[in-house]
């Protein structure tokens, strides 16, 4: 889990605990297939059972920076000065053009001070800033939102987190992140009940009609399944009694083994 001492010992030294940069092809939601430039953070507030980055929940040593302008994957040493990753992204950017640059994790609202500092660099580029966040805390989407173009938010289920529902964090964040480009993730497990994905359709439509809300199924993973496709086509027929815009979408770099 997070170390908050840490964290602000990072954000004093202008620092920040990198696990990965990387070039790929984003693998989620509505932008699926375009390619993307990967920041990723670690530490999370948040202990997922389908968590597919258990690292995040470890304070790293290394991070392995892989980027279209490099000959061979590199591994360097952590924390990673801010202004080091702002140079490797705009290095990047300038050799390959993206789409977007995602600040993923983890939760990379743990380093707020990272997106700040490197969203100049990214739009200078021509790119955009996408925020991949579990939506638990308003306050800090408030610290980044002139920072960030798109936001793509997990709705959280109390079988996924163990913990009691986080709507009303769910809610207060879509608010802060009113105006931009915001898309729901809603991870579906075996688990996951019919009222379960009629009760975010109904919060999504009433805080977020413009949102894309995305049915994922999970990539099964350490017994973790993901709901049959009959079940995922009644879920979708249902939400879109709902709310307007809901797709069924794989992880699609999963399905291609890319990273």
């Known amino acids: ?146 920072a960030v173009d798109i936001v793509s938010m997990d709705w959280k289920l109390s079988s996924a987190t163990g913990r009691p529902p986080l709507d009303a964090e769910h809610e207060a964040f879509l608010g802060e992140a009113a105006g931009l480009e915001r898309i729901v993730k809603l991870v579906l497990t075996r688990e996951c009940t019919l009222e379960d994905v009629r009760h975010v359709a109904r919060r999504v439509a009433a805080v977020a009609p413009d949102a894309e809300l995305i049915l994922q199924p999970v990539t099964p993973l350490r017994g973790i399944e993901a709901p049959p496709a009959a079940e995922l086509l009644h879920f979708q027929s249902e939400a879109l009694g709902i709310h307007a815009k809901v797709r069924v979408l794989p992880q699609l770099h999963r399905v291609l083994a890319l990273p």
Not at 4 to 21: C, K, N, T, V
Not at 53 to 61: E, I, S
Not at 92 to 115: D, K, M, Q
């Open 1 to 146: 889990m997070m170390d908050p001492r840490r964290l602000q010992e990072l954000e004093a030294r202008g620092s920040a605990d990198l696990m990965e940069i990387f070039s790929s092809v984003q693998g989620e939601g509505p932008r699926a297939g375009e390619r993307h430039l990967f920041v990723r953070t670690a530490h999370c507030d948040l202990d997922c059972v389908w968590c597919d980055t258990p690292l995040c929940h470890r304070t790293p040593t290394r991070a392995r920076v892989s980027l279209p302008q490099f000959a061979a994957v590199e591994e360097v040493a952590t924390p990673v000065p801010v202004e080091t990753i702002s140079a490797w992204i705009g290095a990047a950017l300038r050799f390959l053009p993206h789409r977007a640059v995602s600040f993923t994790g983890g939760e990379p609202l743990l380093h707020p001070w990272l997106i700040r500092a490197a969203a100049g660099t990214v739009r200078g580029h021509g790119s955009r800033v996408l925020l991949e966040t579990d939506g638990t805390m308003p306050e800090r989407m408030k610290l980044v939102r002139p």
